[in-house]
């Protein structure tokens, strides 16, 4: 089943033409990688699943939700409250973080389930502490975001990302702001999730680690897919963009 | 010599209590009147100034740049005479001066709120959006309480200025702690009066910089 569908999606910046006729489908429970050089147009297309850009033309449904869909040549908006409605039935974590430094960790996982979703504030606690300890951070529920480490930081936008059940969870490139040592302890986290029959759809630029969790390769460049497949098909493609792009990566075993 | 130094100060104290039964009242009425009025309005403003739609922007700019461009003294004068001449409305001389106070120190203040929202990363904008934060609880829960510790230096420097410059109320009649001492200073003929009243700005500045001190301390739990 279908939780996610990108029909004929493009995207310009002025004259720059970012997507350019952009069309998958991603279904429950499936984990896809998206892969690509800088500038190939992934963080956008991510972007725009995640209402943090416009559209310029296309549809996307999301959990059976109409987000965009085109009226003649114009892209046609859900209303506020769908909008709303799929925010928080998805879940957006940040290559920043982008955790919220004036509240304790507890506060920053616990604060859309309450302001958002209208949860009690006792059962809110209750739920943002499990997921603290789950992803191994209930020591530092009290800390502030200047108290973490990189590691650790992505671990609780992970958790705060949790936080309202969402159905599918995006990552733009999740390790990438992270020291290398740092990185392994954030892909440990994701692949727990991915036990849990998540969906999620990861931007990366960990091949090794697309390779190993990924149910399917998205691989882009210049605003095109250019594979969709398993991932062995696609670090084993013949088509010579994905050779080339990919004979960058040296850990890919 | 001795006694004659003696004597001077043992005048201090009278002066200092007769300071504080008059003008002090009216001082500490504009200053603080106007921190509340001016804190207030001055959102609006940077608000205003930040909006994309034109229409609210360039008067508000405009607005900014009569109330920062021109002396504050003027302002005060034109309020309330120019209120009177113009449209002969009289209204209550310590009240006209806070509206013009107020007025004047929002266009300041509205730059300093501006300054520090600006300050505050996009990537907060967008946390908030992904977690489908409405922009009202977006501004007031996860913006506007991380720029108000970045704008408590400016702001404590405003305040400091803002007490100093009640002694300008006097233009328009304002028996405030300045115009007293002045008052009574060219009766005597001595310093005694200016040299305490000094000594009353100085210690309002001291405990605006103390609370200043505070509140930052308070806030710099999170960098």
């Not at chain 1, 984990?31 to 500038?39: H, L, M, N, Y």
């Not at chain 2, 005048?11 to 009147?33: E, R, S, V, Y």
């Not at chain 2, 908030?128 to 970045?150: C, D, H, N, R, Y």
Request: hydrophobic residues 45%; proline residues 3%.
């Amino acid at each position: 089943m279908s939780v996610l569908s990108v029909t004929n999606l493009q995207k310009n910046f002025g004259k720059l033409k970012v997507l350019k006729d952009i069309s998958f489908q991603i279904n429950d429970g499936e984990i896809v990688t998206i892969i690509g050089s800088s500038g190939s147009g992934k963080s956008t297309l991510l972007r725009c699943m995640n209402q943090l850009e416009k559209v310029t033309k296309g549809t996307i449904e999301i959990n059976g939700h109409t987000l965009v869909s085109m009226n003649g040549d114009t892209p046609e908006y859900a209303s506020k409250e769908v909008q709303k409605k799929i925010l928080m039935e998805t879940g957006f974590v940040f290559q920043n973080f982008n955790l919220f430094p004036h509240y304790s960790v507890l506060r920053n996982v616990m604060e859309a389930p309450v302001q958002v979703a209208g949860i009690p504030k006792e059962e809110a606690r209750e739920k943002a502490f499990g997921l603290l300890r789950k992803l191994g951070l209930e020591e530092k529920a009290d800390a502030y975001p200047c108290e973490l480490s990189g590691g650790q930081s992505q671990r609780v936008s992970i958790a705060r990302a949790l936080a309202l059940e969402p159905k599918i969870l995006f990552f733009d490139e999740p390790t990438s702001a992270l020291d290398p040592e740092l990185t392994g302890e954030v892909l440990k986290v994701i692949k727990s999730l991915a036990d849990l029959n998540m969906t999620m759809v990861i931007v990366t630029h960990e091949m090794a680690f697309a390779k190993e969790i990924s149910d399917r390769v998205i691989f882009m460049d210049q605003g095109v897919i250019v594979e969709d497949a398993a991932p062995e098909d696609v670090f084993n493609s013949a088509n010579e963009r994905t050779r080339e792009f990919l004979g960058k990566y040296h850990d890919i075993a | 010599m001795i006694d004659s130094i003696i004597q001077w100060f043992e005048k201090l104290p009278g002066i200092a209590d007769m300071l504080l039964h008059n003008g002090l009242d009216q001082t500490l009425i504009i200053f603080f009147l106007t921190l509340v009025f001016g804190l207030t309005l001055g959102l609006v403003l940077a608000l205003g100034r930040m909006t994309r739609f034109k229409i609210i922007q360039l008067p508000v700019r405009f607005y900014l740049l009569i109330m920062r461009g021109t002396p504050l003294i003027l302002q005060l004068y034109g309020f309330y005479f120019g209120l009177n001449l113009l449209l002969g409305i009289r209204i209550e001389r310590t009240m006209a001066a806070v509206v013009a106070f107020s007025l004047n120190y929002a266009a300041y203040f509205a730059e300093i709120y501006r300054s520090g929202i600006q300050a505050i990363p996009n990537g907060q904008y967008e946390a908030a959006k992904v977690l489908g934060f409405s922009k009202a609880q977006t501004f007031f829960k996860i913006i506007l309480p991380q720029v108000v510790k970045i704008i408590l230096p400016p702001m404590g420097s405003e305040c400091m200025t803002l007490v100093k410059d009640t002694s300008l109320a006097h233009v328009i009649g304002v028996m405030e702690i300045y115009v007293v001492a002045a008052n009574n200073m060219s009766r005597s003929r001595g310093m005694e009066y200016l040299i305490v009243a000094g000594i009353f700005y100085l210690i309002m500045n001291m405990i605006v910089s103390k609370v200043f001190g505070i509140l930052e301390k308070r806030m710099s739990y999170y960098r």
